[in-house]
Protein backbone atom coordinates (compact mmCIF):
# COMPACT_ATOMS: atom_id res chain seq x y z
CA UNK A 1 0.00 0.00 0.00
CA UNK A 2 2.72 2.30 0.64
CA UNK A 3 4.17 2.32 -2.66
CA UNK A 4 0.77 1.23 -4.61
CA UNK A 5 -0.13 5.27 -4.59
CA UNK A 6 3.23 5.77 -6.22
CA UNK A 7 2.41 3.02 -9.25
CA UNK A 8 -0.34 4.24 -9.88
CA UNK A 9 1.10 8.22 -9.75
CA UNK A 10 3.89 7.37 -11.96
CA UNK A 11 1.78 5.72 -14.21
CA UNK A 12 -0.35 8.96 -14.59
CA UNK A 13 2.28 10.66 -15.50
CA UNK A 14 4.49 9.19 -17.68
CA UNK A 15 2.05 6.13 -19.19
CA UNK A 16 -1.38 8.31 -19.43
CA UNK A 17 0.55 11.85 -20.18
CA UNK A 18 -1.22 13.92 -22.27
CA UNK A 19 -1.79 11.10 -24.80
CA UNK A 20 -4.49 9.67 -22.41
CA UNK A 21 -6.06 12.57 -19.86
CA UNK A 22 -9.35 10.77 -19.16
CA UNK A 23 -6.98 7.57 -17.74
CA UNK A 24 -4.08 10.38 -16.24
CA UNK A 25 -7.09 11.75 -13.88
CA UNK A 26 -8.33 8.57 -13.15
CA UNK A 27 -5.04 6.86 -12.25
CA UNK A 28 -4.22 10.21 -9.61
CA UNK A 29 -7.76 9.65 -8.44
CA UNK A 30 -6.91 5.90 -7.70
CA UNK A 31 -3.70 6.70 -6.06
CA UNK A 32 -5.39 8.92 -3.07
CA UNK A 33 -8.23 6.83 -2.89
CA UNK A 34 -6.84 4.03 -0.08
CA UNK A 35 -10.20 1.73 -0.98
CA UNK A 36 -9.37 1.10 -4.73
CA UNK A 37 -6.15 0.65 -3.77
CA UNK A 38 -6.81 -2.16 -0.93
CA UNK A 39 -9.15 -3.64 -3.91
CA UNK A 40 -6.25 -3.58 -6.10
CA UNK A 41 -3.46 -4.97 -3.16
CA UNK A 42 -5.69 -7.71 -2.59
CA UNK A 43 -5.46 -8.84 -6.24
CA UNK A 44 -2.97 -11.56 -7.64
CA UNK A 45 0.13 -10.34 -8.38
CA UNK A 46 -0.62 -10.19 -12.30
CA UNK A 47 -3.65 -7.93 -11.48
CA UNK A 48 -2.11 -4.99 -9.21
CA UNK A 49 -0.97 -3.58 -12.79
CA UNK A 50 -2.78 -0.23 -13.52
CA UNK A 51 -3.82 -1.14 -16.69
CA UNK A 52 -5.67 -4.23 -15.16
CA UNK A 53 -7.97 -2.66 -13.05
CA UNK A 54 -8.54 -0.04 -15.45
CA UNK A 55 -9.27 -3.09 -18.03
CA UNK A 56 -11.60 -4.44 -15.98
CA UNK A 57 -13.78 -1.08 -14.85
CA UNK A 58 -13.73 -0.73 -19.19
CA UNK A 59 -15.01 -4.64 -19.58
CA UNK A 60 -18.31 -3.67 -17.50
CA UNK A 61 -18.83 -0.14 -19.34
CA UNK A 62 -18.46 -2.64 -22.23
CA UNK A 63 -20.95 -4.69 -21.01
CA UNK A 64 -23.40 -1.96 -20.86
CA UNK A 65 -23.46 -2.31 -16.65
CA UNK A 66 -22.14 1.25 -16.34
CA UNK A 67 -24.02 3.82 -18.68
CA UNK A 68 -22.75 6.99 -17.05
CA UNK A 69 -19.11 5.86 -17.35
CA UNK A 70 -19.83 4.86 -20.90
CA UNK A 71 -21.39 8.60 -21.85
CA UNK A 72 -17.97 10.07 -20.35
CA UNK A 73 -15.58 6.95 -22.13
CA UNK A 74 -17.42 7.98 -25.46
CA UNK A 75 -16.93 11.32 -25.37
CA UNK A 76 -20.20 12.14 -25.14
CA UNK A 77 -20.29 13.40 -21.37
CA UNK A 78 -17.96 15.74 -19.13
CA UNK A 79 -14.51 14.41 -18.56
CA UNK A 80 -14.50 15.58 -15.38
CA UNK A 81 -17.07 12.99 -13.84
CA UNK A 82 -14.71 10.23 -14.86
CA UNK A 83 -12.92 9.57 -11.44
CA UNK A 84 -16.06 9.82 -9.48
CA UNK A 85 -17.94 7.55 -11.49
CA UNK A 86 -15.16 4.83 -11.98
CA UNK A 87 -14.92 5.07 -8.39
CA UNK A 88 -18.85 3.91 -8.41
CA UNK A 89 -17.97 1.39 -10.56
CA UNK A 90 -15.30 -0.30 -8.49
CA UNK A 91 -17.13 -0.35 -5.82
CA UNK A 92 -21.29 -1.12 -7.34
CA UNK A 93 -19.13 -3.94 -9.13
CA UNK A 94 -17.38 -4.94 -6.99
CA UNK A 95 -17.21 -8.77 -7.16
CA UNK A 96 -17.41 -8.54 -10.95
CA UNK A 97 -14.48 -6.56 -10.81
CA UNK A 98 -12.36 -8.91 -8.37
CA UNK A 99 -13.10 -11.49 -11.04
CA UNK A 100 -12.02 -10.23 -13.88
CA UNK A 101 -8.39 -8.87 -11.34
CA UNK A 102 -8.04 -12.36 -10.26
CA UNK A 103 -8.59 -14.23 -14.14
CA UNK A 104 -7.39 -11.46 -16.63
CA UNK A 105 -3.98 -9.65 -17.20
CA UNK A 106 -3.37 -7.49 -20.01
CA UNK A 107 -4.14 -8.28 -23.51
CA UNK A 108 -2.95 -5.64 -25.42
CA UNK A 109 -3.33 -6.65 -28.94
CA UNK A 110 -2.79 -3.13 -30.50
CA UNK A 111 -2.92 -3.21 -34.63
CA UNK A 112 -1.25 0.20 -34.49
CA UNK A 113 1.72 -1.14 -34.59
CA UNK A 114 1.36 -3.15 -37.64
CA UNK A 115 1.88 0.15 -39.34
CA UNK A 116 5.34 0.26 -37.54
CA UNK A 117 5.60 -3.38 -38.58
CA UNK A 118 5.00 -3.02 -42.12
CA UNK A 119 8.12 -0.06 -42.79
CA UNK A 120 10.67 -2.73 -40.99
CA UNK A 121 9.20 -5.72 -43.19
CA UNK A 122 10.32 -3.52 -46.12
CA UNK A 123 13.30 -3.45 -44.85
CA UNK A 124 13.92 -6.97 -43.79
CA UNK A 125 12.80 -7.79 -47.66
CA UNK A 126 15.32 -5.84 -48.87
CA UNK A 127 17.97 -7.79 -46.79
CA UNK A 128 16.86 -11.19 -46.86
CA UNK A 129 14.39 -11.08 -49.98
CA UNK A 130 11.03 -12.85 -49.90
CA UNK A 131 8.61 -14.44 -49.93
CA UNK A 132 8.81 -14.51 -46.16
CA UNK A 133 7.39 -16.40 -42.69
CA UNK A 134 6.27 -14.02 -40.12
CA UNK A 135 5.93 -15.15 -36.44
CA UNK A 136 4.32 -13.09 -33.73
CA UNK A 137 5.50 -13.71 -30.46
CA UNK A 138 3.65 -12.90 -27.47
CA UNK A 139 0.52 -12.45 -30.22
CA UNK A 140 -2.46 -11.73 -28.11
CA UNK A 141 -5.22 -12.63 -30.78
CA UNK A 142 -2.98 -12.31 -33.63
CA UNK A 143 -4.20 -8.71 -35.37
CA UNK A 144 -0.81 -8.16 -36.47
CA UNK A 145 -0.84 -11.09 -38.54
CA UNK A 146 -3.25 -9.45 -40.84
CA UNK A 147 -0.80 -6.96 -42.05
CA UNK A 148 -1.33 -7.29 -45.43
CA UNK A 149 -5.49 -6.45 -44.99
CA UNK A 150 -4.80 -3.13 -43.49
CA UNK A 151 -4.80 0.49 -45.03
CA UNK A 152 -1.82 2.74 -44.02
CA UNK A 153 -1.64 6.06 -44.63
CA UNK A 154 1.77 8.03 -43.56
CA UNK A 155 1.04 10.90 -44.85
CA UNK A 156 2.04 13.25 -47.81
CA UNK A 157 0.24 10.67 -50.27
CA UNK A 158 2.00 8.25 -48.63
CA UNK A 159 -0.35 4.73 -48.68
CA UNK A 160 0.05 1.10 -48.25
CA UNK A 161 -2.51 -2.01 -48.19
CA UNK A 162 -5.71 -2.23 -49.87
CA UNK A 163 -7.73 1.31 -50.10
CA UNK A 164 -10.69 -0.84 -49.37
CA UNK A 165 -9.99 -2.39 -45.73
CA UNK A 166 -12.02 -2.18 -43.26
CA UNK A 167 -8.99 -1.43 -41.15
CA UNK A 168 -7.38 2.07 -41.79
CA UNK A 169 -4.57 3.26 -39.24
CA UNK A 170 -3.10 6.35 -39.72
CA UNK A 171 1.06 6.96 -38.52
CA UNK A 172 3.05 10.21 -39.27
CA UNK A 173 6.32 9.48 -40.35
CA UNK A 174 9.16 11.78 -38.94
CA UNK A 175 12.30 12.00 -41.20
CA UNK A 176 13.29 9.32 -43.89
CA UNK A 177 11.38 6.45 -43.10
CA UNK A 178 11.26 4.20 -46.75
CA UNK A 179 7.93 3.38 -47.19
CA UNK A 180 7.63 0.33 -49.34
CA UNK A 181 6.21 0.35 -52.64
CA UNK A 182 4.45 -2.78 -51.60
CA UNK A 183 4.33 -5.47 -48.70
CA UNK A 184 6.37 -8.58 -49.22
CA UNK A 185 4.47 -11.68 -50.02
CA UNK A 186 4.01 -13.03 -46.82
CA UNK A 187 3.94 -17.11 -47.57
CA UNK A 188 3.52 -18.59 -43.52
CA UNK A 189 2.27 -16.96 -40.63
CA UNK A 190 1.80 -17.77 -37.27
CA UNK A 191 1.63 -16.23 -34.07
CA UNK A 192 2.50 -17.69 -30.43
CA UNK A 193 1.21 -16.75 -27.09
CA UNK A 194 0.70 -17.87 -24.01
CA UNK A 195 -2.95 -17.67 -24.17
CA UNK A 196 -4.45 -16.42 -27.50
CA UNK A 197 -7.77 -14.49 -27.08
CA UNK A 198 -10.09 -16.36 -28.71
CA UNK A 199 -12.15 -14.10 -30.45
CA UNK A 200 -15.24 -16.52 -31.23
CA UNK A 201 -15.74 -16.02 -27.44
CA UNK A 202 -17.44 -12.79 -26.36
CA UNK A 203 -15.83 -12.27 -23.10
CA UNK A 204 -12.63 -12.71 -24.45
CA UNK A 205 -13.23 -10.18 -27.42
CA UNK A 206 -14.96 -8.00 -25.08
CA UNK A 207 -11.48 -7.93 -22.99
CA UNK A 208 -9.53 -7.34 -25.79
CA UNK A 209 -11.28 -3.98 -26.52
CA UNK A 210 -11.71 -3.23 -22.74
CA UNK A 211 -7.92 -3.18 -22.96
CA UNK A 212 -7.46 -0.17 -25.47
CA UNK A 213 -7.98 2.89 -24.22
CA UNK A 214 -11.20 5.07 -24.39
CA UNK A 215 -9.85 8.47 -25.38
CA UNK A 216 -7.31 7.63 -28.10
CA UNK A 217 -9.39 7.09 -30.70
CA UNK A 218 -8.25 3.58 -30.85
CA UNK A 219 -11.29 1.28 -29.82
CA UNK A 220 -13.31 1.49 -33.18
CA UNK A 221 -10.27 0.58 -35.00
CA UNK A 222 -9.58 -2.64 -32.90
CA UNK A 223 -13.09 -3.69 -33.08
CA UNK A 224 -12.96 -3.52 -37.44
CA UNK A 225 -9.56 -5.55 -37.02
CA UNK A 226 -10.93 -8.25 -34.44
CA UNK A 227 -14.32 -8.22 -36.83
CA UNK A 228 -11.73 -8.61 -39.85
CA UNK A 229 -9.92 -11.48 -37.91
CA UNK A 230 -13.24 -13.03 -37.51
CA UNK A 231 -13.66 -13.60 -40.88
CA UNK A 232 -10.40 -14.34 -41.88
CA UNK A 233 -8.83 -16.47 -38.49
CA UNK A 234 -4.62 -15.86 -38.19
CA UNK A 235 -3.15 -19.25 -37.18
CA UNK A 236 -2.16 -19.30 -33.27
CA UNK A 237 -0.06 -21.60 -31.13
CA UNK A 238 -0.87 -21.72 -27.64
CA UNK A 239 2.98 -21.62 -25.60
CA UNK A 240 4.88 -19.85 -24.05
CA UNK A 241 6.84 -17.13 -25.84
CA UNK A 242 10.11 -17.97 -24.58
CA UNK A 243 10.20 -22.11 -23.93
CA UNK A 244 7.75 -22.84 -26.84
CA UNK A 245 9.60 -20.81 -29.46
CA UNK A 246 11.49 -23.50 -30.56
CA UNK A 247 8.39 -25.65 -31.50
CA UNK A 248 6.77 -22.51 -33.18
CA UNK A 249 9.61 -21.75 -35.19
CA UNK A 250 9.76 -25.82 -36.41
CA UNK A 251 6.32 -24.34 -38.22
CA UNK A 252 8.52 -22.71 -41.13
CA UNK A 253 9.97 -23.82 -43.98
CA UNK A 254 13.95 -23.72 -42.95
CA UNK A 255 14.20 -22.34 -46.41
CA UNK A 256 12.26 -19.48 -46.10
CA UNK A 257 13.26 -16.47 -44.83
CA UNK A 258 11.80 -15.66 -41.13
CA UNK A 259 10.66 -12.68 -39.63
CA UNK A 260 10.08 -13.05 -35.68
CA UNK A 261 7.88 -9.83 -34.33
CA UNK A 262 7.66 -9.21 -30.67
CA UNK A 263 5.16 -5.80 -30.31
CA UNK A 264 5.48 -4.44 -26.47
CA UNK A 265 5.55 -8.05 -25.82
CA UNK A 266 9.05 -8.37 -23.75
CA UNK A 267 8.32 -5.79 -21.61
CA UNK A 268 6.46 -8.88 -19.77
CA UNK A 269 9.25 -11.00 -19.60
CA UNK A 270 12.34 -11.01 -16.88
CA UNK A 271 15.30 -10.15 -17.96
CA UNK A 272 16.64 -13.73 -18.02
CA UNK A 273 13.50 -14.51 -20.07
CA UNK A 274 14.59 -11.72 -22.77
CA UNK A 275 18.00 -13.32 -22.66
CA UNK A 276 16.98 -16.36 -23.13
CA UNK A 277 14.60 -15.47 -26.20
CA UNK A 278 17.10 -14.20 -27.72
CA UNK A 279 19.74 -16.68 -27.82
CA UNK A 280 17.19 -18.78 -28.89
CA UNK A 281 16.73 -16.48 -31.98
CA UNK A 282 20.20 -16.36 -32.16
CA UNK A 283 20.69 -20.20 -32.28
CA UNK A 284 18.31 -20.94 -34.85
CA UNK A 285 19.58 -18.25 -37.46
CA UNK A 286 22.35 -20.09 -37.88
CA UNK A 287 20.72 -22.85 -39.82
CA UNK A 288 18.64 -20.13 -41.88
CA UNK A 289 17.75 -16.46 -42.88
CA UNK A 290 15.71 -15.32 -39.92
CA UNK A 291 15.45 -11.44 -38.57
CA UNK A 292 13.76 -10.20 -34.96
CA UNK A 293 11.59 -7.41 -35.25
CA UNK A 294 10.79 -5.58 -32.06
CA UNK A 295 8.70 -2.74 -30.74
CA UNK A 296 9.14 -2.06 -26.92
CA UNK A 297 10.61 0.35 -24.72
CA UNK A 298 13.54 2.02 -24.05
CA UNK A 299 16.13 -0.66 -23.07
CA UNK A 300 13.51 -3.44 -22.74
CA UNK A 301 15.21 -5.56 -25.95
CA UNK A 302 19.28 -5.16 -24.69
CA UNK A 303 20.91 -6.07 -28.12
CA UNK A 304 19.00 -2.95 -29.60
CA UNK A 305 20.98 0.71 -28.65
CA UNK A 306 18.60 3.49 -27.58
CA UNK A 307 18.50 6.36 -29.72
CA UNK A 308 19.53 9.47 -28.90
CA UNK A 309 17.03 11.63 -28.59
CA UNK A 310 14.75 9.36 -26.90
CA UNK A 311 13.66 12.38 -23.93
CA UNK A 312 11.93 14.33 -26.69
CA UNK A 313 9.74 10.98 -27.48
CA UNK A 314 7.58 11.47 -24.55
CA UNK A 315 5.99 9.01 -22.32
CA UNK A 316 4.68 7.00 -24.88
CA UNK A 317 7.37 6.87 -26.89
CA UNK A 318 9.24 3.69 -27.69
CA UNK A 319 11.92 1.93 -29.78
CA UNK A 320 11.30 -0.24 -33.03
CA UNK A 321 14.47 -2.48 -33.38
CA UNK A 322 15.68 -4.92 -35.47
CA UNK A 323 18.42 -7.64 -34.47
CA UNK A 324 20.07 -9.28 -37.27
CA UNK A 325 22.78 -12.64 -37.06
CA UNK A 326 25.80 -11.86 -39.30
CA UNK A 327 28.24 -13.93 -39.60
CA UNK A 328 27.48 -15.52 -36.47
CA UNK A 329 27.34 -11.88 -34.41
CA UNK A 330 24.18 -10.67 -33.30
CA UNK A 331 23.74 -7.06 -34.63
CA UNK A 332 21.31 -5.03 -33.39
CA UNK A 333 19.83 -1.63 -34.80
CA UNK A 334 17.31 0.89 -33.95
CA UNK A 335 15.48 1.71 -36.91
CA UNK A 336 13.83 4.92 -35.15
CA UNK A 337 11.87 6.16 -32.34
CA UNK A 338 8.24 5.41 -32.07
CA UNK A 339 4.84 6.01 -30.55
CA UNK A 340 4.02 2.74 -28.29
CA UNK A 341 0.62 2.33 -30.25
CA UNK A 342 1.75 3.11 -33.53
CA UNK A 343 0.72 6.49 -34.17
CA UNK A 344 4.16 8.21 -34.95
CA UNK A 345 7.47 6.76 -36.44
CA UNK A 346 10.94 9.00 -36.36
CA UNK A 347 13.39 7.24 -38.82
CA UNK A 348 16.94 7.08 -37.08
CA UNK A 349 19.51 8.58 -39.51
CA UNK A 350 21.21 5.44 -40.03
CA UNK A 351 18.58 3.17 -39.67
Same mark, same amino acid.
Given at each position: M??????W %?R????E????????A???? &??????? *?L???????? &??????? *??????D?????????????????????????????V???????I?? #?L????????E????A *? #???? #????A??????I?????G??A??? #?L???Y??????? %??????? &?????A??L????P??? @????I??R????????????????R???????P?????? @?????????? @???P???????????D???? %????????V?????A???????QR???????????R???????S???P????????????? @???? &???????????????????????H????? *???????
Amino acid at each position: METLDEVW %RRFAENECGTYSPLYASICR &SVADDPE *LLELVVAAPP &SGRQPNV *LLAAVHDVVLSGLAPALGEVYSGRAEPGRAPALFREVCLTQRDRIVR #LLETRHTQTNEPGRAA *L #LAIG #LGVIADMMGEPIGLLDAGCSAGLN #LLIDRYRFEYGEG %RGLGPVD &SPVTIACELRGAAPVPA @RLPTIAGRLGLDRAPVALGAEGDARWLLACVWPDTGRLA @RTAAAVDLAR @RHPPRLLAGDMVTDLDAALD %RFDRDMPLVVVTTSACGYLTVDQRRAFLATVERRARGRPLAWLSTDAPGVVEAVPVPPGIQ @RAGP &SGAVMGLVTFESGTVVGRALGLCHAHGAW *LEWATSG
